[in-house]
């Protein structure tokens, strides 16, 4: 029984050890390609949010962001 028990503790305390720190980002990165573009820029609309991406020249866009959690609809066109 009592090496039972010990072994449940020691199983306890590996998991324990090994699990790995998360980091909680604060920040949002929102990238993508848009192929057979006509249009030149992206709207991303939520609460409070109405932000422009620029696509460049092979239809790809990126940026990095602090928005609050929530719903948002991003638009081409």
């Known amino acids: 029984m009592i090496r039972r028990i ?3 503790l020691f199983i ?3 998991f324990v050890a ?7 980002k604060d920040y949002l ?3 993508g390609t848009i192929t057979n ?3 030149t820029d992206l709207v991303l609309n939520g609460l409070g949010l109405q932000r422009e991406l ?3 020249d092979h239809g790809s866009f990126r940026d990095t962001m602090k928005i609050e959690e ?3 609809l ?3 066109g």
Do not use: R
Request: proline content about 0%; charged content about 20%; some cysteine.
């Open 12 to 14: 306890s305390l590996l």
């Open 29 to 31: 990165t929102l990238s």
């Open 6 to 8: 010990s072994l449940l």
């Open 70 to 72: 929530g719903f948002y």
């Open 37 to 39: 573009t006509l249009e």
């Open 18 to 24: 090994c699990k790995q720190n998360e980091t909680v």
């Open 74 to 76: 991003l638009s081409y």
């Open 54 to 56: 620029k696509l460049d």
